[in-house]
């Protein structure tokens, strides 16, 4: 099968397109011919091997040679104990233990993995695994009249944030490039603001919620643009930001009354389906940027690497 495969932290140009023995599922796997993969954050920081929390997978080299995780396709086969699927099966799914998506063919666990709805297409379903998992966590809180800010909200996750968010009475800002602004509001946004122009922490009204998908500012400045009683909660980042959430803002948060934290997100099926039922409904809408053959993972990769796209950028093998 032919697979795009690296061996070494860096840009795009490390990748590199190779013919490789096609997976076989072990126990409780699940074996995919992949239709559609779609690009998270997660896997260009996997390609960077930067912030150093993407090299979990190995420190010094990645210990698995392809990327992708949301995929969605067609069941080849099943490994022993695999009761739920069957050849022939289409499912999807945020595969991030095992990743492999940027390929013909992808082992899965069967936990990770639901039966795709004939209403969307596999590119659609390739969308809503894991972005949709922190899109519903990190809004959860957000209700009428509360006020909203997201933080990196033009990407996959923060287009289908916005959504949730405006659905549950919120009035929301999204904060992004200059290039994604016209887009958040056609999501729902009340506000947006350009991050190179506007520091969203000062001259603004303090915010009830902050989702932040990019947390690279100090604990303080978080603290700042919270009301009192506020959340904070961010996915994503660098390592130094992360670590002074856990740490710093946490004491801070206490002491000031208000909460700031990291987003533990719960990934599976049972995480990300009530977005795909929202979807179905008609109530949240799902938005690919652009969809690249297989042999283009490298392009695709810096267009979501350089903050281009908005909403969700596919891959499709075939």
């Known amino acids: 099968m032919r697979a795009v495969v690296y061996e070494r932290y860096g840009g795009p140009d490390v990748l590199r397109m190779e013919d490789v023995p096609t997976p076989s599922p072990a126990a409780g796997q699940v074996l995919v011919k992949i239709a559609a993969t779609s690009i998270n954050l997660s896997d260009w920081e996997g390609l960077r091997g930067?912030?150093?929390?993407?090299?979990?997978?190995?420190?010094?080299?990645?210990r698995r040679p392809t990327l992708g995780?949301?995929?969605a396709g067609l069941v080849e086969a099943v490994g022993q104990g695999v009761t739920r699927f069957h050849?022939?099966?289409?499912?999807?799914?945020?595969?991030l233990q095992l990743m492999g998506g940027f390929a013909e063919y992808s082992v899965a666990r069967?936990?990770?993995?639901?039966?795709k709805p004939a209403e969307l297409t596999f590119a659609e379903a390739s969308t809503i695994p894991q972005a949709g998992a922190i899109a519903l966590q990190g809004t959860a809180r957000a209700s009428t009249g509360s006020r909203m800010l997201i933080n990196g909200a033009g990407g996959g996750s923060g287009s289908f944030a916005i959504q949730l968010a405006k659905r549950s009475g919120a009035h929301v800002t999204g904060?992004?490039?200059?290039?994604?602004?016209?887009?958040?509001?056609?999501?729902?946004?009340?506000?947006v603001i350009d991050y190179r122009r506007d520091d969203f922490t000062r001259g603004h009204e303090p915010y009830d919620l902050i989702l932040d998908l990019v947390a690279h500012r100090s604990v303080f400045a978080y603290r700042r643009a919270l009301a009192p009683g506020g959340w904070y909660r961010c996915v994503g980042g660098s390592v130094r930001s992360l670590l002074r959430v856990l740490t710093i803002g946490a004491t801070v948060g206490m002491i000031t009354g208000r909460h700031l934290g990291v987003l533990a997100v719960k990934p599976g099926p049972a995480h990300f389906q009530p977005l795909t039922n929202l979807c179905l409904a008609g109530h949240v809408g799902i938005h690919i940027d652009r969809t690249y053959p297989l042999d283009e993972v490298p392009e695709a990769l810096a267009h979501v690497g350089q903050g281009r796209a908005l909403g969700k950028v596919v891959i499709t093998p075939t």
Do not use: C, Q
Request: hydrophobic fraction near 40%.
């Open 50 to 62: 930067s912030p150093l929390y993407a090299r979990m997978g190995g420190l010094r080299a990645p």
């Open 69 to 71: 995780s949301d995929i």
């Open 87 to 95: 050849p022939g099966d289409e499912v999807y799914g945020d595969n």
């Open 110 to 115: 069967e936990s990770a993995l639901a039966f």
């Open 175 to 191: 904060v992004d490039n200059a290039h994604k602004l016209e887009f958040m509001r056609t999501l729902g946004a009340d506000e």
